[in-house]
């Protein structure tokens, strides 16, 4: 298997093999990202990606039970080619169970819920969204290109086209001046989503993206350890949903909380109140153990 650049997946496709079907991201806009700063969004000829694959020994397309499409929203591409794509997975991989990929509302948006279904029904199973923040003014400061509703009516066409939703937010990214609001309202928006999974990452500075340069010259200025974690409360708080796995357990969080929402929803928030009231009574994650 061959691969362009730096190929990132999330932490749950550890174990799945990782076919590159399209380079870069199409929405390479958003301030925190740097990711894909030096690889331009372009989509892989189909014909390497045939090539990539058949030429997999035997033995390796016998174990494949996963796959996970790079880069970081092979939902850029056309109904047809991603069709074609799993039509060329299921021939392949005797035993392919689950196929992922990154995805934006701005790409569910382009599909209709039949042809989303069609995908569904190729073996596309589950879609990882960055959120990033339900708050628009939040969204429109970090240059995400994409509103609340635009990204709640995307989730929404995924599932009812039966996708499961893998939904991130991110600490941190509101500054302090809108910390709690962007708490709140992410959650309001989790809720309105009403997603399988939640991650809740803390915002890390990388080098050279628009976000580290706002916080150097100090017009955006972040919380603290104990900040991040009152924005965490709001969401968790703020998150109604039907049945959901909510994680903040991420390298890059001060405090690792978790569980099925909305059954240990009181637990997670009790858990929180504790480290809010007496920080000193919990380790939190030092500065220099986290990571991206
Ligand atoms: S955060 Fe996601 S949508 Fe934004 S630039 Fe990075 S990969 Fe693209």
Redesign the pocket.
């Given at each position: 298997m061959r691969y362009h650049g730096a190929v990132i997946r999330p932490p749950s496709e550890a174990s799945s093999l990782i076919v590159q079907v399209t380079y870069g991201?199409s929405?390479?806009?958003?301030d925190?990202?740097g990711?894909?700063l030096d690889k331009p969004f372009a989509v892989r000829p189909f014909g390497e990606v045939v090539d990539d694959v058949t030429a997999l020994p035997a033995t390796v397309r016998q174990r494949v039970q996963r796959v996970f499409l790079a880069d970081?929203?092979a939902l850029a591409l056309s109904p047809r080619k991603l069709g074609d794509i799993l039509d060329l997975l299921r021939r392949a991989l005797p035993n392919l169970e689950r196929v992922s990929s990154?995805a934006?509302a701005r790409n569910l948006l382009a599909k209709s819920v039949a042809e989303l279904s069609e995908l569904r029904r190729g073996g596309l199973e589950l879609l990882y969204l960055?959120l990033?923040s339900g708050d628009d003014q939040t969204l429109a400061d970090i240059h995400?290109g994409m509103t609340v509703a635009e990204q709640i009516e995307g989730c929404r066409l995924a599932t009812e086209a039966g996708l499961e939703l893998s939904v991130t937010a991110i600490l941190g990214l509101a500054g302090t001046a809108r910390s709690l609001e962007h708490g709140r309202a992410t959650g309001a928006a989790l809720s309105a989503i009403d997603p399988r999974f939640i991650g809740i990452l803390t915002l890390m500075l990388t080098p050279g993206t628009a976000m580290e340069r706002r916080v150097a010259s100090g017009e955006l200025v972040l919380p603290d350890s104990i900040g991040m974690l009152r924005e965490l409360r709001e969401i968790v708080a703020g998150t109604e949903v039907t049945h959901c796995t909510f994680r903040s357990n991420h390298a890059s969080n001060y405090l690792p909380v978790g569980g099925e929402l909305p059954r240990d929803k009181a637990a997670m928030l009790a858990a929180l109140e504790k480290v809010l009231r007496a920080p000193a009574s919990v380790q939190l994650r030092p500065e220099s153990w986290r990571l991206l």
């Open positions: 991201c929405n390479d806009t958003c925190f990202c990711t894909y970081g929203d990154y934006n960055g990033e995400k």
